[in-house]
């Protein structure tokens, strides 16, 4: 018997979409084609400039020349422990912390602690495309709690409750929310929080976009608003979004400490530390003030704005307002069997296709977000290409016969 070469596992992982798509957008730019890409989900700004220079002391100081302990530094647990209680009034211990790889690997290790082969998560689709293959890679099965444009993309604890059956271990809670920019009332995520309290259900929550909110929306930690959770919550977070920190590849997780422990213990075999130059860096940020954040902020909010504006006056097209992260969703699915000079995209995927193709102009279809009719546009970029892009698509898709 000749046995695969790659096991079931990994095989079924997919390629990130989103991934993907920025790729072959490069790849176009890097051939001499003038494409702007709406795909990645990273701010344009530079690290700011102290972060960067903790960073280089840190490659001076021979301690992290050396491996550290692998649920991260001392003192950067501390920060992150105070970053918590003074953002989100969440009081935690040092000792419910792991530093992880970025905020993807405290996604991967917070399944792989909780879950169990069987166990379901409750996830609201459209969803953020890691999350589907960590809670995989768990053994866990997800249930999609499907939302759509009529809502603003908010779930309601009714949805909630008929997707909830007795082998339903975790309820997943993003807001903001990549990849639809929705943001939860301080009301709402009460009322979600006390509905899983209710049910023993443990919470996910990824909170990476805590400081982008715009106009009368807000960040509420479902932590603190409802603490008849208990220890059944992990929080899931990053440098990231807030410092311009992509590269970098810090995040954390925080839970009860055996869950902190179990999670340390994988890492420990797994990635050990996270580098410490970029744990110094990281030190530096959570350690300083918000005042880079509420800069970026100011600039996504007037690009969000013009964007959300010119996409509604796409005939065809549907954006409900996003509150938060740097994304709009817009529903284009009145576009899709239209005809596009002689071609009629049936799926977003292929008119996103079409529209890169054509318009060189880089969209991620929804199919990538687990609900097909959709785009996701990041606002993450320069003013000027962001007008000329959504031009770009507002002038390739009013031509739909
Ligand atoms: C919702 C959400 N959570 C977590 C992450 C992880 O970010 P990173 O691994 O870069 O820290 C991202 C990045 O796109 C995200 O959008």
Redesign the pocket.
């Known amino acids: 018997m000749t046995r695969p070469r790659i096991s079931a596992r990994i095989s079924a992982i997919s390629e990130s979409a989103t991934l993907a798509v920025d790729a072959k957008a490069k790849a176009m730019k890097a051939a001499g084609r003038p494409v702007i890409g709406f795909g990645a989900?990273e701010p344009d700004f530079p690290t700011p400039g102290y972060i960067v220079e903790a960073a280089v002391e840190a490659c001076r100081n021979p301690r992290f020349h050396k491996y550290t302990p692998a649920g991260g530094l001392p003192e950067l647990k501390q920060a992150i422990a105070d970053k918590t209680l003074r953002d989100s009034g969440y009081r935690i211990e040092a000792a419910q912390v792991l530093v992880t790889n970025?905020?993807?690997?405290a996604?991967y290790e917070a399944f792989a602690t909780l879950l169990d082969p069987g166990d379901e998560v409750l996830v609201v689709a459209p969803y953020?495309t890691?999350y589907p293959e960590a809670i995989k890679l768990a053994g866990g099965v997800q249930v999609d709690v499907v939302t759509d444009e009529t809502t603003g993309y908010l779930a309601s604890v009714e949805q909630l409750e008929a997707a909830r059956t007795d082998r339903t271990k975790v309820l997943l809670f993003?807001s903001p929310?990549?990849p639809t920019g929705a943001v939860y009332s301080p009301e709402q995520v009460e009322a979600i929080g006390r509905w899983a309290a209710e049910h023993d259900l443990w919470v996910v929550t990824?909170e990476?976009?805590e400081h982008l909110t715009y106009g009368d929306a807000s960040f509420v930690s479902i932590a603190t608003a409802v603490p008849e959770l208990g220890d059944r919550v992990v929080v899931?977070n990053?440098v990231?979004?807030t410092y311009a920190m992509?590269g970098w590849?810090?995040?954390w997780l925080i839970g009860p400490k055996d869950v902190v422990k179990a999670a340390t213990n994988l890492q420990s075999h797994a990635t050990s530390n996270v580098s410490n130059v970029a744990q110094a860096a990281a030190l530096a940020a959570v350690a300083g003030d918000l005042s880079a954040v509420a800069e970026m902020r100011e600039a996504f909010d007037r690009r969000r704005r013009t964007m959300v504006r010119m996409l509604n006056e796409i005939p065809g097209v549907l954006c409900p307002e996003p509150k938060g992260a740097f994304y709009a969703y817009p529903s284009v699915k009145e576009l899709l069997g239209r005809d596009f000079g002689g071609r009629r995209p049936q799926t977003s995927a292929e008119l996103a296709e079409l529209i890169l193709e054509e318009a060189e102009v880089a969209l991620v279809p929804g199919e990538a977000f687990g609900t097909p009719g959709y785009f996701r546009l990041s606002y993450a970029l320069g003013d000027e290409d962001l007008v000329e892009g959504v031009s770009r698509v507002a002038k390739f898709l009013t031509q739909a016969r």
């Open positions: 989900g970025g905020g993807k690997q996604v953020w890691t993003v929310s990549n990824d990476i976009y899931l990053g990231a979004k992509t590849r810090v995040g």
